[in-house]
């Protein structure tokens, strides 16, 4: 069992930055994929980044490619989000699974954070 506790989210203006973190603790961390969701209102829940075990392999949405970079240190993983937009506004979530872009690859979740990005 792995637990996954975010923090970091908040209200933002356009252009500003935030830097979401997730506490994992439980069963061996380093053995799980991590990703980084977001669920805006009347979407679905989409893939913003993953990275890997030892962080070999990287994934980020093109969405937010050359805005947000996910990393990870010991039984913490982050996502720092530059550049803001109010697009980028939703509640953004840490899973750990297997390393692939669906849902479905991730069996642990935190409770999410709301990110809000005024214009």
């Known amino acids: 069992q792995v637990q996954l506790v975010e923090s970091g989210g908040g209200l933002v203006q356009a252009g500003g930055s935030l830097r979401l973190s997730c506490a994992a603790s439980g069963r061996i961390f380093s053995t799980y994929t991590m990703g980084w969701f977001r669920k805006a209102p009347g979407k679905e829940r989409e893939l913003i980044a993953a990275i890997s075990t030892r962080a070999g392999s990287t994934y980020v949405a093109d969405s937010v490619k050359g805005r947000f970079t996910i990393s990870r240190d010991n039984a913490m993983v982050f996502l720092q989000m530059n550049s803001l937009k109010p697009v980028d506004t939703a509640v953004y979530y840490c899973?750990?699974?297997?390393?692939?872009?669906?849902?479905?690859?991730?069996?642990?979740w935190g409770q999410g954070t709301q990110v809000t990005v005024s214009s």
């Open positions: 899973a750990a699974g297997r390393y692939g872009i669906s849902t479905d690859n991730y069996d642990y």
